[in-house]
């Protein structure tokens, strides 16, 4: 047992005592087989919430009416779930109901694919109703039931198969695959929210070729925003060789780049229509620019260094290797070190300095001076010194007052 799932067992070994079944399910069981690092364990219990509740002394309740409750045990949470069966989804997305079942197979056969339908003992035993282990040691995604039918109740799902291909290099199943070329556009019904999760661990996965083909080949990609148009450029991507992405970041970057969307608003739009967070859009669309000074250039002016940040430099960097005109790493960030100021609060002067020595009044004015102040500091042209400082915006506002 992995050392997460040896922490967790005291956990289990306790709801067992008391009479009810726990097990290990879901990912933590699928990547534990696969030898793949865990990122949270997933307990399936057949006592109910308030049966849970009563065994331990610190539990939270994070998802009740789903039957989840974290229990705290010597500093860690594990989200429990009851057994459950789903029913009645009327919207593609969520069911209308959730029922509390005892039995384990049923909890296992609401779930999407075979290799996450496994469960596990606490003594290591795996318990594989539905042939997931065989499907894990082929390397195949397999809808659990008819393929069609778990589609129409969670559209969610087709995204899911796409992004473990790419994440554990799998092959879809040809069944499974086809239910989702059938049933692709219900991926509408879905929160975008939602669908970008996925869709960002499929280009950050080990395989992302393999989950671009499958989006490819199943139609999908016309329901991602901003990428119905992009069938040509999604291919180009999938039939490059070798590459990784290794953040979230570089993922939009890339992707906004080959789309063509190199203008700050552009960028802006694909992001706002994803939903993504503002520092994202912030971060992505310095990358962006950089990434076209360095496909022109090679290397971006002071400038640009300033302008753009060392993160989004990085980003931009990660990028251009992927398309074949990154440098080496160093050298971009020596002399993005090089700068003799890095943040506009660096500026020897403020407003308060220029208004306090009269060189300005408070007003528009005011703006241009420093914004000239700085540039001429990025560019190396005027120290960053009080005194040196206060010349040159005397200078600057004599001439503006010519
Ligand atoms: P990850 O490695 O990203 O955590 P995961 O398979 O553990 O992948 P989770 O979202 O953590 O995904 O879900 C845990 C388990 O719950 C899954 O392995 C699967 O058994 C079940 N599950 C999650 N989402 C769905 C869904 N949309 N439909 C059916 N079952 C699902
Ligand atoms: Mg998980």
């Not at 087709?158 to 992004?163: G, H, K, P, S, T």
């Not at 989004?312 to 074949?324: C, D, E, R, S």
Request: hydrophobic content about 45%; charged content about 25%; glycine content about 6%.
């Amino acid at each position: 047992l992995p050392a997460e799932f040896e922490a967790a067992k005291p956990v289990l070994d306790t709801i067992i005592a008391a009479g009810y079944e726990a097990y290990f399910v879901g990912g933590s069981v699928r990547d534990t087989i696969l030898g793949k690092p865990l990122h949270d364990v997933d307990i399936a219990t057949s006592a109910f919430p308030a049966e849970v509740k009563q065994l331990f002394k610190r539990t939270v309740d994070t998802g009740i009416e789903h039957g989840t409750v974290m229990i705290l045990d010597h500093g860690t949470g594990y989200e429990t779930t009851t057994f459950r069966t789903e029913s009645g989804y009327q919207d593609f997305r969520r069911p209308d109901q959730v029922t509390f079942v005892r039995s384990l197979k049923e909890d296992l056969q609401r779930r999407d694919f075979t290799i996450n339908a496994l469960a596990m003992k606490p003594d290591g035993t795996v318990i594989d109703m539905f042939d997931g282990l065989k499907d894990l040691d082929a390397g195949i995604l397999r809808a659990v039931g008819v393929a069609e039918e778990r589609f129409h109740e969670d559209a969610l799902r087709m995204m899911r198969a796409v992004r473990f291909a790419s994440q554990l290099d799998f092959e879809i199943e040809p069944q499974t695959q086809a239910a989702i070329a059938d049933n692709a556009a219900l991926l509408t019904k879905i929160a975008v929210e939602r669908t970008r999760v996925e869709w960002e661990k499929l280009l950050m996965g080990q395989r992302p070729q393999r989950g671009l083909r499958a989006l490819l080949a199943t139609a999908l990609y016309r329901y991602l925003p901003g990428m119905a148009a992009h069938r040509a450029v999604l291919a180009d991507l999938m039939d490059n060789a070798d590459w990784h992405l290794p953040t979230i970041e570089a993922a939009w970057t890339l992707l906004a780049w080959i789309t063509e969307r190199r203008q700050s608003t552009q960028v802006r739009q694909l992001l706002k229509q994803w939903k993504t967070s503002n520092e994202l859009i912030v971060h992505v669309t310095a990358a962006v620019s950089a990434l076209a000074s360095l496909q022109a250039n090679g290397r971006l002016t002071a400038q640009e260094n300033f302008a753009t940040g060392l993160d989004a430099l990085t980003t931009a960097n990660q990028v251009a290797a992927i398309l074949g005109f990154g440098q080496p790493l160093d050298q971009l960030t020596a002399a993005y070190h090089q700068l003799p100021i890095h943040d506009r609060h660096e500026l020897a002067v403020n407003g308060g300095d220029l208004i306090r020595t009269g060189v300005v009044t408070p007003g528009p004015a005011m703006g241009t001076i420093l914004q000239a102040c700085l540039t001429a500091v990025i560019d190396g042209q005027v120290a960053n010194q009080r005194d040196a400082l206060l010349d040159f915006s005397r200078m600057a506002a004599d001439t503006k007052s010519d």
